[in-house]
């Protein structure tokens, strides 16, 4: 069975393990599976040149009527080659530009795929595959100690001008969180493909209000087990949090080329420190002599949650 790839978008908050969403009982428990996989790579970040070859079989010990669930293995992050992935990046977006200024849907594709952007030949094999092909294993780059993500749009993925779609994939380590953010131009659609994560978002101002304690808005939880998936409302504050001793994978779509991310926790505490502090009230109060040494302590998109989950694991690996 060969598997595709994982991706995500995402962005933070301060986060703990008690300030993430309750376990529900009584969940879905994913029916045990055996797989192997064996990868062959050769990497090079930015580059076509980073391959991946799956081979997989599995047996199910689930009950009768359960269908069998795989275990995805992640790919392996290639080498660091920053040269190489800056001089991809910036050739990408300056095709991207070109494609943009195109007038017709033919004229783009004859710019994005044919030999000189003429419309008489094809583009070499290479040089197609690298124009059509987005490999998410290869490109996806570490971000803070949670894990890995990229997301491929318009601007890094050319082809994708003017179709409203762009797709991230997220490797999310044990006990980590792609932390609270929005997607203010698309909504999200999010499956899981390894794991088991739980997530939740909360749409704006009014949605199940509660004015005797202040609450504006209600968070919605959901937890997803491998080939689950779930959706995130445009605008929404959205999370996914792996509180596993193992690696998780999801893949987000978003109906939009340019989604946009804005970091929920970071964006707040980097307004004007009167602002926040108003904000927070007197009793949270955050005066300018430690809200700049607060600032360094927010952690970036994928955050590594510590306290009950990592004690967990670490009992469970003795």
């Not at 997989?56 to 009527?65: L, N, V």
């Not at 493909?193 to 209000?209: D, H, I, T």
Request: glycine fraction near 6%.
């Amino acid at each position: 069975m060969s598997v595709a790839r994982y991706i995500v978008a995402g962005l933070g908050a301060a986060a703990s393990v008690s300030a993430a969403p309750y376990q529900q009982e009584g969940q879905y428990s994913a029916p045990s599976s055996t797989l192997s996989t064996a990868y062959v790579s050769a990497a090079t970040y930015g580059s076509a040149s980073y391959s991946a070859t799956q081979s997989a079989s599995y047996t199910a010990s689930a009950p009768s009527g359960n269908p069998a669930v795989p275990t995805i293995v992640q790919p392996a992050a290639p080498p660091a080659n920053p040269a190489a992935a800056s001089s991809a990046a910036a050739a990408a977006a300056s095709l991207a530009r070109e494609a943009v200024l195109d007038v017709t849907n033919v004229q783009r594709f004859n710019t994005l795929l044919t030999v000189d952007g003429a419309g008489q030949q094809l583009l070499p094999p290479d040089q197609l595959r690298e124009r059509t092909v987005f490999d998410f294993g290869a490109r996806a780059a570490p971000l803070g100690q949670g894990g890995r993500f990229v997301l491929a749009n318009e601007n890094n993925f050319p082809i994708l001008v003017e179709q409203g779609i762009a797709t991230a994939v997220g490797f999310l380590n044990p006990c980590s969180m792609n932390s609270p953010h929005t997607h203010p131009r698309a909504t999200e659609w999010l499956t899981v493909v390894q794991g088991k994560l739980q997530s939740g978002f909360m749409l704006e101002n009014g949605f199940l209000a509660n004015a005797a304690i202040g609450q504006l808005t209600t968070q919605v939880p959901t937890e997803l087990h491998a080939f689950q998936g779930t959706v995130f409302p445009q605008g929404s504050i959205h999370f996914q949090f792996n509180n596993e001793c193992e690696p998780a994978t999801f893949i987000a779509t978003l109906n939009n080329a340019d989604p946009g991310t804005s970091q929920v926790a970071q964006n707040f505490f980097f307004q004007d420190e009167k602002i926040v502090n108003i904000t927070l009230g007197e009793i949270n109060n955050i005066d300018g002599s430690n809200i700049d040494q607060f600032r360094k302590t927010l952690p970036a998109n994928l955050v590594q949650a510590v306290d009950s989950c990592l004690a967990k694991c670490e009992k469970k690996s003795h």
